[in-house]
């Protein structure tokens, strides 16, 4: 298996566009995590879903964040307007119910 | 909300040495779980413990569940280079097991 994969793996954006991070899980897997990592607060749990459907976005900073799971095999998380604050790198993972969680490579976001 | 404190944050150790590092809560946890993330990639699953007083191992490494449930201990026996990273402890906050919280992290690093 590939494992998971994130694309970009490096994004650099000017402030006020859009950018959309994509993830393709592990198949089988039926939950998907969306997590920021910076360095002065760790890795955030941002938004996650089992089997499609969105269950907590209670970490999703502001409306600006948008996250979708339109199939079992891919999810965007979409930030509009970005902001120089956004600047992180956003880890995608996936898992079959326990907490052995598989993270992608990650993408790692600059807004300037 | 439920935190996970970690220390120490950084760790600078000659190889070949054995290294500690902890975690603590300030509620239960039911399982406590170390993933290690090497630089440019997203954290691996190290270990998983899920009862009180338990203690396994992985190779060189080695985890206890803390009898209180709030705290949960990684060691690491004669480091060598590779395990350069950041480890960090994460667990499922009570009454909701199905996503899991980070702490920040102890970032290893090892002098030649």
């Known amino acids: 298996d590939a494992g998971v994969i994130q694309s970009p793996r490096h994004e650099v954006t000017e402030m006020g566009q859009e950018v959309t991070l994509r993830c393709k899980p592990i198949s089988g897997h039926d939950y998907l995590f969306w997590y920021r990592q910076t360095m002065m607060r760790g890795l955030e749990l941002l938004i996650y879903f089992n089997n499609n459907v969105p269950i907590d976005d209670s970490g999703m900073p502001e409306d600006r964040f948008s996250a979708k799971m339109p199939n079992a095999s891919f999810s965007t998380l979409k930030i509009q307007p970005s902001e120089p604050r956004d600047s992180a790198v956003y880890f995608c993972?996936?898992?079959?119910?326990?907490?052995?969680?598989?993270f992608g490579s990650g993408t790692r976001l600059t807004v300037v | 909300g439920q935190q996970l404190n970690q220390s120490p944050q950084s760790m600078f150790i000659q190889e070949g040495e054995d290294v500690s590092m902890n975690c603590t809560s300030s509620s239960i946890f039911n399982t406590w779980l170390w993933y290690k993330q090497d630089p440019g990639e997203g954290p691996v699953l190290l270990i998983a413990l899920y009862k009180a007083g338990e203690l396994t191992s992985n190779g060189r490494l080695t985890a206890q569940f803390g009898i209180t449930r709030k705290d949960s201990f990684l060691n690491i026996s004669a480091s060598i280079p590779s395990d350069v990273g950041i480890y960090f402890c994460?667990?499922?906050?009570?009454?909701?097991?199905?996503?899991?919280?980070f702490g920040k992290g102890t970032r290893l690093h090892i002098l030649p």
């Open positions: 993972a996936s898992s079959l119910a326990g907490y052995g969680y598989t």
């Open positions: 994460a667990g499922p906050p009570m009454n909701r097991d199905d996503k899991i919280i």
